[in-house]
């Protein structure tokens, strides 16, 4: 197998991780309909995990169709802000079912979620429908909760702590291991890869001092795609539908550890290739 149908497999692994998270994607909507998710707290929290799922497999499906571009590697480097999308679903995610949160306090912070964000994009008329379809609910839940453009503050936020953290405080090796065990063992060394989070951010925002290698990128883009799709599922299953033992989900992961070892062996060949160049010209 040459580093081309290396990645093709996992393309493909991909295409079908995404397969599970649709399932899942229906089943959540399924639930969203039951008679005892209709109140104001489960009602958003359902919002927001049908949301996150919709928009991690659009963006996945895309990623998955790039990485098999072989023929313009170095636009690999350009997709790198995806993949850091699906990381920010993924912590997001992970920041509200990993924690012991009620279903109240999950409420709030994602209501404060919606609201800071209409607020920093001065969208004052979705604000205010949101406030309007929440207000009778916050003054029982939580009566000082500002309902106003004006009143409302990031430092009212941060004192009541309902800001969901980012994910260079969520995405830490004890936290995913904790959430995803099965997935953790499989992608092995995941603080290694999620050290490359902080390498990633700089290329995303455009630093000018970070080497830009192309096959690299295409490297990271694939398996950390793959990887951050692994403990999403699993996270999935675990905190949502209570059940770790799902056949179609274990038998991707089964998939996804054969299939990291193409990829683990094409990329050392790489770095030898690189290595003995590199040589030759000193």
């Known amino acids: 197998m040459n580093k081309n149908e290396a990645f093709q497999v996992y393309s493909q692994l ?7 998270l649709r399932n899942r994607e229906d089943q959540q909507l399924t639930l969203s309909h039951l008679p005892e998710a209709q109140s104001s707290d489960q ?33 690999a480097l350009f997709q790198l802000p995806n993949l850091r999308t ?10 509200l079912h990993n924690n012991d949160f009620s ?14 964000t209409f607020h920093v994009l001065g969208d004052t008329a979705q604000y205010d429908r949101l406030i309007k379809i ?12 500002p309902q106003t453009w004006k009143d409302f ?21 004890e936290i995913i291991k904790k959430s995803s065990p099965r997935a953790s063992k499989i992608f092995k060394g995941m603080k290694r890869e999620y050290e490359k989070f902080k390498y990633l951010s700089e290329l995303v925002h455009g630093n000018p001092f970070v080497v830009h290698d192309s096959t690299r990128k295409r490297y990271w883009l694939a398996s950390m795609s793959v990887s951050v799709t692994a403990c999403f599922l699993e996270l999935i299953d675990n905190e949502i539908f209570h059940d770790d033992k799902r056949r179609d ?6 998939r996804a550890q054969e299939s990291r070892q193409f990829l683990a062996e094409h990329w050392q060949s790489e770095r030898e290739q690189e290595q003995v160049q590199t040589s030759r010209l000193e």
């Open 249 to 254: 989900l274990r038998e991707w992961l089964k």
């Open 14 to 20: 991909l295409k079908d991780g995404i397969g599970v």
């Open 103 to 116: 279903v109240q306090e999950r409420f709030l912070k994602i209501l404060s979620y919606q609201l800071l």
């Open 153 to 173: 503050k990031y430092q009212w936020l941060r004192k009541e702590d309902l800001l969901i953290p980012g994910w260079r405080d969520v995405l830490t090796e």
């Open 86 to 95: 699906l990381m920010d679903i993924y912590a997001r995610f992970l920041y």
């Open 43 to 75: 009602a958003l929290v359902n919002i927001f995990r049908t949301n996150s799922m919709n928009t991690y497999r659009k963006y996945s499906e895309f990623i998955s169709d790039e990485i098999i571009k072989y023929e313009r590697e170095n636009t």
């Open 134 to 145: 929440h207000s009778a609910h916050l003054r029982n839940v939580k009566p000082d909760y």
